[in-house]
């Protein structure tokens, strides 16, 4: 409970010394800003309707103005927080090598051969015949050159649809269903096999790549390492501003009792 608070106190903190130096630049944000966002909001939690809004604000107690001012708020913070964090935080390729090469281990694969997978399963109406015929019809598109990735986040039902059917490096025999491994095996690099039929629905399965080295290349670890540092830097150029931000006014901490 200590912990929170002291943490939900500083959030707090930063906040207000944030908004206070919102007031003394010369970035406004515009009415017709906030109102974009009030309206988007609304549409992606409400369904468009401002009555059931206007329903929960009254449970909360808290009115429309004040819920309103609180949205107003959140942008100025985040819109001031990219001016002078975000914006400014650049990882160079020295630093990603670096990181690369001294934490080699976090990137070790689980197996040798990375794979996508597409799962069609009966539609409503759908018989066996129809499912088939589907299942050709994708594979088709899949070899006349169409976008995997995108067919699988559209078509698949699979658990790795989101990631456009990728699972990343595996062992296909510790990992997939007899079948399913035995069509792996058979393929070469980049291939696409012929649909799957299983008791759970027809697979399409790609071989994306075989890879002989034990952990994942740096080309493809790139963008989550560069990441991970933007992360870090970010949130240690953020506390050297709120700091900054600090020596202009007198912060007072009360702990909690």
Known sequence: LRE??????HELVARKLIL??????????????????VEAVIEEHFGGDRAQLISRLARENLSYDAWRKR??????????????????VIV?????????????????????????????????????????ARARALLKRLRDGQD?????????????????????Y???????????????????????GDPIETDNGIYIVRKTAVQTE?????????????????????ERRYHDWIERLKQDVHVRIYPLP
């Open 92 to 132: 160079p390729p020295a630093e990603v090598r670096a990181y690369y090469a001294s934490n080699r281990t976090e990137f070790a694969l689980e197996g040798p051969v990375r794979v996508g997978m597409i799962l069609l399963l009966p539609r409503e109406g759908e018989d066996a015949d129809g499912l088939r």
């Open 170 to 192: 595996v062992n296909p025999a510790e990992s997939f269903r007899p079948e399913i491994a035995k069509a792996l095996e058979a393929l070469k690099p980049g291939a696409i």
């Open 20 to 37: 206070q130096a919102y007031e003394k630049s010369e970035q406004k944000l515009q009415p017709w800003m906030v109102d974009r966002r």
């Open 71 to 88: 949205l107003e708020e959140e942008m100025i913070v985040s819109a001031m927080r990219h001016q002078f964090v975000d914006r400014a």
């Open 4 to 9: 929170l608070y002291s943490e939900a106190l």
């Open 148 to 168: 995997f990735e995108t067919l699988a986040r559209k078509e698949s039902d699979e658990d790795h649809a989101g990631d456009g059917g990728d699972w990343g």
């Open 214 to 234: 034990p952990y994942l290349p740096i080309e493809d670890a790139w963008q989550t390492i560069e990441a991970r540092l933007k992360r870090a830097l970010a």
